[in-house]
């Protein structure tokens, strides 16, 4: 992963958006404590606690210290969708690139402030999950299925190129059966 990005990030690839400069998703710990204290004017926005403010992504540590965030940003829905925008959490975990709807599928929490976590078994780590702060369902990253329910969250693909993030616009797991749910678009708590 390269986190100098380029001047000017590259060409948009066809059918992704732009997320930002890779330092953006980083765990630079002076970066995440500002950022998660302002919003997008560079306001103080004190405790940063609502739903619908968009706040800077809290650092967060796993149990063998690895640090990570999950950034939060709106990728724009095909002309007459609704709604027309859809906010995704993007988090590079493990070394590895993950993106999902940030609205979790029971209650409408925001994904963003629950924890990532890996997926093994017997003691081999196979993949990486999502668990929702507030009543801890979890879904994997990649094809966003919950591992206790019948509920899947859209994940994203994401590519990354000369120091810039890409988010595809669709989603990548459509073909995953599942009933969805996203309260409208925004996170409900
Ligand atoms: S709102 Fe996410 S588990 Fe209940």
Same mark, same amino acid.
């Given at each position: 992963m390269e986190s100098s990005p380029s001047s000017s990030p590259p060409s948009v690839p066809e059918g992704f958006v732009y997320a930002g400069p890779v330092s953006d998703f980083l765990p630079s710990s002076s970066q995440a404590a500002t950022m998660a204290d302002s919003d997008t004017n560079g306001q103080s926005v004190p405790g940063c606690q609502t739903a619908d403010v968009t706040c800077g992504p809290e650092l967060k540590t796993t149990s063998d210290g690895e640090e990570y965030l999950i950034k939060v940003i709106e990728i724009p829905q095909p002309a007459?969708?609704?709604?027309?925008q859809r906010r995704v959490g993007i988090s590079y975990f493990r070394k590895k690139w993950y993106a999902f709807?940030?609205?979790? %599928?029971?209650? +409408?929490?925001?994904?963003?402030?629950g924890s990532m976590m890996d997926i093994e078994d017997m003691g081999i780590v196979w993949g990486a999950g999502i668990i929702c702060s507030l009543h801890n369902w979890t879904f994997d990253a990649l094809s966003g299925q919950s591992d206790s329910t019948r509920f899947v969250i859209d994940t994203y693909d994401i590519k990354e190129m000369d120091g810039h993030v890409f988010v595809s616009q669709? %989603?990548?797991? +459509?073909h995953v059966v599942g009933p969805r749910r996203d309260f409208g678009g925004r996170e409900m708590n």
């Open positions: 007459g969708r609704y709604p027309p709807v940030n609205i979790c %599928p029971h209650q +409408g929490s925001a994904l963003s402030r669709a %989603p990548r797991n +459509g």
